[in-house]
């Protein structure tokens, strides 16, 4: 092609890129093949001079990223991509490539931010994909917003892009491993080993493994030099940040997943082992030639609890010697410097207690490797250390776990360590008796002759609440420990502990108590929190190993639970009523709806426990969506806290939305008819639950009791509980108010249901809010008269009319192009074609059949009241007949007046409307394109221009 005529045709296709959706799609494409042709071959900074059709076919593309069209936006971000190709083989330099790659003042960065929350598909796609070809324009540091619309796709619904989001958080990690980049990695990629996809958890571990334990790998030969003095400096860059972010509470279980699973594939190498021991047997030296008092170091943050997930895999590569000089280390240094402050005045004892858990964790992952004599030794240490009641409860279950492993590596034979194990057991049950019964009988003496004797006062009253609080805690610590020794070892006797725990869990109940009974008289709840609430927890580990206590005791926690001022006491009664709707599923299924009353709890910490644990009672099929269990998850979509607002989103976005490939319902009797053992609905749980209880969702939330619509879920509610306590959890779970704070929650709410629903269901709920709330009104079961009533109407009209609801052939083209990727299958647009005229015809048929007569009715029953709600009528009208213009007389044929107020209405508004919009389109045709297309005229006369009139005329 001559340079004229490919100057020609790149005016072309810059002016057609302005033109119509079919001709900008075109026009990427072709500036795609265009573009090799018009940059030079060689380094040369004329192909990419201001004014020249290179860059304007480059500036095409990007600025195509952020069409109108989705089709045209993935499309063109997918040739971005491959344009970054081109212009790196002719050697353009990044910072000019950066300038390049901007729409005004909008960079690359933000422009993919952009893109990455799109609401179609194939964009966000696209624009991961082109993330990880342009990462080196991307710059340091990397912006946190990109960071984190990258991490959020981790997360789409769609495997495809999680698969592109994983490849594209990886790629940037692996070339900016800063302290940004690696917090949103770990955030982000970790928590996908519990994908339902195997290949997206596969390439998971591959990426920890590669990223993550082969860094911390190479620190497994490094020695101290005589002139270190840094420790940052001595290891590989980042792999301190690294081990620090990877203990982070929040990854901890994903990661101890991943470690798990590379366990038993074999994939973790014994070097690993090697590097972590290195890294702390450094730190300890380097500290100790500092001549810093020992008591004042830890160790790196996340060495020792990443040891202790290894070394189960790898015990022959942790040294006994290191982990006994250790043990000795921190176990005396805990107990010396116990309260102690270090030089910094910062309390390293909490340290010390998180260090020596995860030793201990190590030293029972490697016991069958150890020397028996040492073995035996620690044991008895542990053994000493428990029985004092005097470490911190973080620890006890380590120590109990570590000292069950000793015993059985201490024994010769299985029956002997059973036999060691339930000596000691039993032991440390009975020590544990014995305190508590002296600290009970002392609290009970104390309150009854408080009275009768003298103040104390000066030094001796110190004395007696240092003591009384030693002993306190002494109690709490024994309780706690019996809980965890009877986990461990569920056939020990806890005769003995049972009525002194049933006597500290029930000093709370308003009733009189025999004052005769030991600490009858004294309230727990009140003198002692830390051990009422440890008592109902130790209370609740005895009865998951002994179902005849559970049957006695599970109405007492459900009582507690309800009255309990406690916030920390109500999150551990109600982590273990998830543990026992497990193991007790009917003594527990009659309380659901005195246990769905928390997930309206004041404390928002006691809100998302209980919500992540009912889903996942959910998700493993112990607890069904029945009754009023789908309704009190309803509110969570609104609740205050933004973490229980998106866990509402993620579970009623997987369990609620169905396949959205069977649109339509002549679909679905085809393939049925076709294949009738199909499981059409894989994913989804409960696929048609958001549109079975819509409407009874409006009543409850509203709080209206006036309609048969409310009787089913209120007969449910009473039926499991008192009528006084069903009104007070029919109030808990309303938003009733017609201020614009209730409405906008409830409306949020509906449109969550509403996207999870098919386009049949959608036609179905309008038909169903026509008959059964709005004829309700006509026929008299629902009164508009009360505020209730009223709130329901409005909320109706108020859906009937919002874009979700609404269904119209080019708005389900537009979504099947984009998540096609702008495919051009002649099969799929012959379905998309018959998709758009049924539905068409089907909803325009519900409008003419069902609704019209409904709100004529409707109208004029509201205008004889004057009643406010008129005007909601009018405007949900005017929204849904705004698409049949042309066809008024035939569907308002009954009410002519009522013909005529419409069509006013609209021409008003779009009279309005059309002022606004008229300067913006004028300036949109007289702006550069109509430029272009003049130079184009006067560069090549000959071209045919049919097609191009055709799309910009």
């Not at 029956?415 to 544990?432: G, P, R, S, T």
């Amino acid at each position: 092609m001559e340079p004229l005529q490919r100057e020609g045709f790149a005016a072309y296709l810059v002016a057609m890129s302005r033109g119509k959706a079919k001709g900008r799609l075109f026009a990427v494409d072709m500036v795609l093949a265009m573009l090799p042709v018009l940059l030079p071959s060689e380094i040369d900074e004329s192909g990419l001079q201001e004014g020249s059709w290179g860059l304007k076919c480059v500036q095409v593309l990007v600025e195509r990223c952020s069409d109108s069209a989705g089709a045209v936006r993935a499309r063109a971000l997918t040739n971005a991509a491959h344009a970054l190709d081109v212009l790196s083989e002719r050697g353009v330099e990044v910072d000019r490539l950066q300038e390049v790659m901007k729409i005004g003042n909008m960079g690359l960065g933000e422009l993919l931010r952009r893109r990455c929350i799109d609401d179609k598909a194939a964009v966000r796609k696209a624009a991961l994909v082109l993330i990880t070809k342009a990462i080196g324009l991307i710059g340091r540091p990397v912006d946190e917003s990109l960071l984190t619309a990258m991490g959020a796709a981790c997360s789409d619904p769609l495997v495809t892009i999680r698969k592109a989001a994983l490849a594209a958080i990886s790629e940037v990690f692996r070339k900016f491993p800063d302290e940004s980049v690696t917090k949103e990695w770990l955030q982000a990629v970790p928590s996908l080993m519990i994908d339902s996809e195997t290949s997206i958890q596969e390439e998971c571990e591959n990426l920890f493994l590669e990223l993550v334990l082969n860094r911390v790998c190479q620190a497994a030969n490094l020695k101290l030099d005589d002139d270190s003095v840094n420790l940052e400096e001595l290891f590989p860059d980042g792999t301190l940040d690294l081990l620090k972010s990877i203990c982070d509470g929040e990854v901890v279980p994903c990661i101890k997943r991943i470690c798990a699973s590379l366990g038993k594939k074999k994939k973790l190498r014994p070097m690993l082992a090697s590097s972590l021991q290195n890294i702390i047997t450094i730190s300890e030296t380097l500290w100790l030639r500092s001549s810093k008092p020992i008591e004042n170091w830890t160790a790196p943050a996340g060495a020792w609890w990443l040891l202790s997930e290894v070394s189960s895999f790898a015990p022959k590569s942790v040294n006994w010697k290191f982990l006994s000089h250790h043990w000795k280390l921190l176990d005396n240094v805990g107990q010396e410097g116990k309260g102690k402050a270090s030089s910094e005045g910062e309390p390293n004892s909490a340290l010390w207690a998180v260090d020596r858990v995860s030793l201990l964790q190590t030293i029972s992952n490697v016991s069958m490797e150890l020397p028996v004599e040492p073995a035996a030794e620690l044991a008895h240490s542990l053994l000493t250390r428990i029985e004092n009641f005097d470490m911190n409860l973080s620890e006890v279950d380590a120590h109990v776990k570590s000292l069950k492993t000793l015993c059985k590596r201490k024994a010769k034979t299985a029956k002997e360590a059973e036999a060691l194990i339930m000596k000691w057991v039993q032991q440390l049950i009975n020590k544990a008796v014995d305190n508590l019964e002296r600290y009970i009988k002392g609290t009970s003496q104390d309150s009854r002759g408080c009275s009768y004797n003298t103040p104390l006062t000066g030094k001796l009253k110190g004395r007696k609440e240092a003591s009384t609080s030693k002993e306190m805690s002494e109690a709490v610590i024994a309780v706690f420990t019996v809980g965890s020794v009877i986990l461990a070892c569920p056939d020990a006797s806890v005769q003995g502990i049972i009525p002194l725990l049933h006597t500290v869990i029930t000093s709370g109940n308003p009733e009189p108590r025999p004052t005769m009974l030991a600490g009858g008289a004294v309230s727990f709840n009140e003198v002692a929190p830390s051990l009422y609430i440890q008592s109902w927890d130790t209370m609740a580990k005895i009865c998951l190993v002994d179902d005849k206590l559970a049957k006695r005791y599970i109405p007492l926690f459900v009582q507690e639970l309800e009255r309990s001022d406690l916030a920390t006491l109500r999150n551990n009664i109600m982590i273990a009523m998830a543990d026992f709707y497990v193991r007790y599923t009917a003594l527990v299924d009659c309380y659901m709806s005195k246990i769905t009353k928390v997930l309206r709890d004041p404390c928002e910490v006691v809100r998302r426990q209980t919500f992540v644990l009912l889903a996942k009672l959910l998700q493993r099929d112990y607890v069904k969506w029945r009754g009023v269990l789908f309704l009190r998850f309803l509110p969570s979509l609104v609740d205050e806290s933004d973490k229980i607002r998106h866990l509402a989103d993620y579970l009623f976005g997987s369990i609620l939305k169905g396949l959205l490939i069977l649109l339509l319902v002549f679909c679905i009797i085809f393939l049925s008819h076709c294949m009738p053992n199909m499981n059409i609905n894989v994913a989804a749980k409960a696929p048609l639950l958001a549109y079975n209880s819509f409407i009874e969702a409006i009543y409850v939330l509203n709080n209206c009791t006036g309609h048969g619509g409310y009787s089913e879920s209120q007969s449910q509610s009473q039926s499991s509980q008192g009528s006084q306590s069903s009104d007070r959890g029919q109030t808990l779970f309303a938003i009733r108010g017609t201020d614009e704070s209730s409405r906008s929650k409830r409306m949020h709410i509906y449109v969550s249901l509403l996207k999870q629903m098919a386009p049949e269901h959608l036609l179905a709920t309008s038909a169903k809010l026509c008959a059964e709330i709005l004829a309700g009104v006509c026929d008299g079961l629902l009164s508009v008269d009360d505020a209730a009533g009223r709130a329901v109407v409005q909320d109706a009209l108020q859906i009937l009319a919002c874009k979700e609801m609404r269904i119209h052939p080019s708005i389900l083209a537009d979504n099947f192009e984009m998540d096609d990727d702008g495919g051009d299958g002649g099969t799929a647009n012959a379905l998309q074609a018959a998709k758009g005229r049924a539905v068409t015809q089907v909803a325009k048929k519900n409008l003419i059949q069902i609704a019209i007569p409904i709100f004529i009715e409707l109208k004029r029953l509201l205008e004889s009241k004057n009643s406010p709600l008129t005007g909601c009528l009018m405007e949900c009208l005017r929204t849904l007949l705004k698409d049949y213009k042309n066809e008024f007389d035939e569907i308002l044929v009954a009410d002519k007046q009522l013909q005529k107020e419409l069509l006013y209405d609209m021409q008003k508004f779009e009279a309005g409307k059309g002022n606004l919009e008229a300067p913006m389109y004028e300036r949109r045709l007289m702006g550069k394109a109509r430029e272009e297309v003049a130079y184009f005229l006067n560069c090549q006369k000959n071209w045919p221009l049919y097609f191009f009139c055709e799309h910009y005329p």
